[in-house]
T-cell receptor
Framework: GAGVSQSPSNKVTEKGKDVELRCDPI?????LYWYRQRLGQGLEFLIY????????KSGLPSDRFSAERTGESVSTLTIQRTQQEDSAVYLC????????????FGPGTRLLVL | SQQGEEDPQALSIQEGENATMNCSYK?????LQWYRQNSGRGLVHLIL?????REKHSGRLRVTLDTSKKSSSLLITASRAADTASYFC??????????????FGKGTHLIIQP
């Protein structure tokens, strides 16, 4: 079956612009995660969605970051007024239920802020 | 926050040899997972070991977990050129039921020389 997809694959933007990153989880997966990976680093957890519950936003790096999810489908991560430090690969993962441990990752969006 | 630490940061071996990577973590966990990442993009789940397990096998992979030392090791036997990748350990904490996401280390970059 289809895996997690993300778009765009690559995004180059100018400092100060807003960007929107999209994640389509595996159909039927209720849990969805966003992570950020800076060059040469491990993944940094950003936010988690489970069903229709309100997400805990405390992991987002700053108030310029926001994320939404429509029901149990697509999610968007928005970065407003981008800074060079936001340059990273943004990865999305989904998993069937909160009780299922394996997360399935998408290919990521590579963001470069000039 | 990054709590997992892989060791070594980089490893280069000859094809056919075994590769061993280690991971340490700091807090109590439900499980520990190993992922592989090629070319800095999507992660592939390799193996999961629960906190009440000590050793697990999957094909050429062997994972051990020592919760008293808060450490794990990943052994890849009979390495192949295709095993060249970055390997990350990730832990799921005891609290949160998955809501805190996975905590990743910085990874071990494995190079298999033909």
């Amino acid at each position: 079956g289809a895996g997690v997809s993300q778009s765009p694959s690559n995004k180059v933007t100018e400092k100060g612009k807003d960007v929107e990153l999209r994640c389509d989880p595996i159909s039927g997966h209720t849990a969805l995660y966003w992570y950020r990976q800076r060059l040469g680093q491990g993944l940094e957890f950003l936010i988690y969605f489970q069903g229709n519950s309100a997400p805990d936003k405390s992991g987002l790096p700053s108030d310029r970051f926001s994320a939404e999810r429509t029901g149990e489908s697509v999610s968007t991560l928005t970065i407003q007024r981008t800074q060079q430090e936001d340059s990273a690969v943004y990865l999305c993962a989904s998993r069937p239920t909160s009780g299922s441990e394996t997360q399935y990752f998408g290919p990521g969006t590579r963001l470069l802020v000039l | 926050s990054q709590q997992g630490e892989e060791d070594p940061q980089a490893l280069s071996i000859q094809e056919g040899e075994n590769a061993t990577m280690n991971c340490s973590y700091k807090t109590s966990i439900n499980n520990l997972q190993w992922y592989r990442q090629n070319s800095g993009r999507g992660l592939v789940h390799l193996i999961l070991i629960r906190s009440n397990e000590r050793e697990k096998h999957s094909g050429r992979l062997r994972v051990t977990l020592d919760t008293s030392k808060k450490s794990s090791s990943l052994l890849i036997t009979a390495s192949r050129a295709a095993d060249t990748a970055s390997y990350f350990c990730a832990t799921e904490g005891k609290s949160g039921g998955g809501a805190d996401g996975l905590t990743f280390g910085k990874g071990t970059h494995l190079i298999i020389q033909p």
